[in-house]
């Protein structure tokens, strides 16, 4: 498998608009236009865990001939971690199920809640994206 098989530009595309979100919520803002921030930076959260896992799993049935019935979400996280392209399954659960959450029922607890761990989540999928991107290289 080649890096061609597997297209990471979309993905790399997430992660810097999150990048981009979560410093513009950073800065000095009023209240009003940070609010407006602060839902773009959820959203963006929402669709680079989407993606991420779907290029995860994509991976794991190109690389490693997983069916779908093997990657269950736990699964794909676990084999990641096992494979050395994530360090804690655990925390990508934990990503995917916060994704989930404000995807199913928005409300501000839950954005506050996202907006505590999208930094982490940030630091993560770059690890993953790079990972990835050398495992594709090599």
């Known amino acids: 498998m080649n890096k061609d098989d597997l297209n990471l530009s979309n993905l790399n595309k997430c992660i810097e608009s999150l990048k981009e979100c979560l410093s513009d919520y950073k800065k000095n803002y009023d209240e009003k236009i940070k609010e407006y921030i602060s839902d773009s930076c959820i959203k963006r959260f ?65 954005a506050s809640e996202i907006l505590s761990i999208a930094e982490k989540f940030l630091v993560d999928a770059e690890e993953f994206y790079n990972n990835l991107s050398k495992a594709l290289n090599s």
């Open 46 to 110: 929402e669709y680079t865990v989407e993606t991420s896992w779907k290029v995860m799993k994509r991976y794991l049935k190109l690389q490693y001939g997983k069916t779908d019935k093997e990657l269950t979400m736990n699964n794909i996280f676990r084999y990641m971690e096992g494979y050395g392209l994530i360090t804690s399954w655990d925390s990508w659960k934990n990503y995917y199920n916060n994704r989930n959450n404000t995807s199913h029922e928005y409300n501000q607890e839950k």
